[in-house]
């Protein structure tokens, strides 16, 4: 018979058997990490560098090895030592090979002040731009047609340039450098925009006659029934730009009609409406907020002639009031109607950097 008194007990699980006892340590092993523990109680190394685990980062490859940088061989580490920032670069080759080029004297000077010599002659072109007289690509033209004369003399040939004590004639007319004016005008009904009417009726030169010196004209024009802002300069570089198709300054107009205009209607100004000279649209068409749906708001950039009052007329209705409340982002602020104001420094170089 098996004896059984080997059994387990009923009702336990098997017993894990005894874990083998631990080996003792090698003689001399632990008495030399005793030994490293007296000799080095603050955690650093013999050659006074410090553990990485108990002061973070590890010491460079120089420190660890205990040998000089040139016996290890390899990549040098990174940064110079106080003694090399203040000897100077330790490159052979560093301030050797060609020297520096000088800076140009034209540097940090102004567009025009690069264009003027040093006898204060500037560009034909440039001179007939100053004079108000067209921008500097139609002076180009003016040059080449021959109507521009210097000294008695016509001139031609583009690039030509000309002294302050130089006579420039165009039109029969003497020019002169003039400082540029910017002047903003809240124009009034029954006034048209032109700086001279052969039939004598009252024209926007009549409401800035006092406004400068200088000879101004308009950007642009407003119908004599038309109201709002209207800009006069003798910047001609700056006229050509706001009134030029591709840059297209901002227009925003205050339209009263006859009757409602319907949200159909809206959205035709906005997709385009057919023109005898071709369609045209506006960037935004909008009721104006707390009146009636006879007055709208209208966002453009076109510059055809009474493009405004053709558009609502294509789509069946009458303009009764036309106001222009924005022009080029400048505003009717404290500017009442029929009077006038010179635009301050800041909005002249938000016009000139405009796009």
């Given amino acids: 018979m098996t004896d059984r008194s080997d059994r387990r007990p009923p009702g336990r699980g098997r017993q894990r058997p005894a874990a083998p006892a631990r080996k ?3 003689k001399g092993k632990g008495a030399a990490s005793e030994k490293r523990a007296s000799a080095d109680p603050a955690g650093t190394r013999p050659d006074g560098s410090p553990h990485s685990k108990r002061f973070g980062r590890r010491p460079p490859k120089a420190v660890r090895s205990g040998k000089p940088e040139a016996e290890q061989g390899g990549r040098p580490a990174r940064g110079k030592s106080s003694d090399e920032r203040r000897s100077g670069p330790s490159r052979p080759w560093a301030g050797k090979g ?12 102004s567009k025009g002040e690069r264009e003027s010599s040093g006898d204060g002659s500037i560009r034909l072109n440039r001179y007939l731009a100053m004079s108000g007289i067209a921008s500097r690509r139609d002076a180009d033209d003016l040059i080449r047609a021959g109507v521009v004369s210097v000294n008695g003399k016509v001139v031609t040939e583009l690039g030509t340039k000309v002294l302050p004590t130089d006579k420039v004639h165009y039109g029969g007319q003497r020019l ?38 200088e000879r101004i004209y308009p950007v642009g024009r407003l119908d004599r029934n038309t109201t709002g802002l209207l800009l006069l300069t003798n910047d001609g570089d700056l006229a050509k730009k706001l009134s030029h198709p591709s840059h297209g300054a901002e227009k925003i107009y205050h339209v009263t009609l006859d009757k409602n205009v319907t949200h159909a209607h809206l959205e035709q100004l906005v997709k385009g409406v057919p023109l005898d000279d071709g369609p045209a649209s506006a960037d935004e068409a909008r009721y104006v907020e707390g009146v009636s749906k006879r007055e709208i708001g209208l966002k453009m950039h076109m510059g055809r002639n009474r493009v405004v009052r053709r558009m609502f007329e294509a789509l069946g209705y009458e303009v009764v009031k036309l106001d222009r409340v924005v022009f080029a982002g400048l505003t009717k602020k404290d500017l009442p109607r029929g009077k006038w104001r010179h635009l301050s420094e800041k909005e002249v170089l938000f016009l000139t950097k405009r796009k």
Avoid: H, Q
Wanted: charged fraction near 40%.
């Fill in 98 to 109: 060609k020297p520096r080029p000088e800076r140009s004297n034209s540097r940090g000077r």
């Fill in 24 to 26: 003792s340590a090698p």
């Fill in 176 to 213: 002169s450098r003039e400082t540029k004016r910017y002047v903003l005008l809240n124009k009034p009904k029954d006034f048209i925009t032109t700086t001279d009417d052969p039939r004598d009726r009252r024209t926007v030169m009549a409401l800035v006659d006092d406004a400068c010196a």
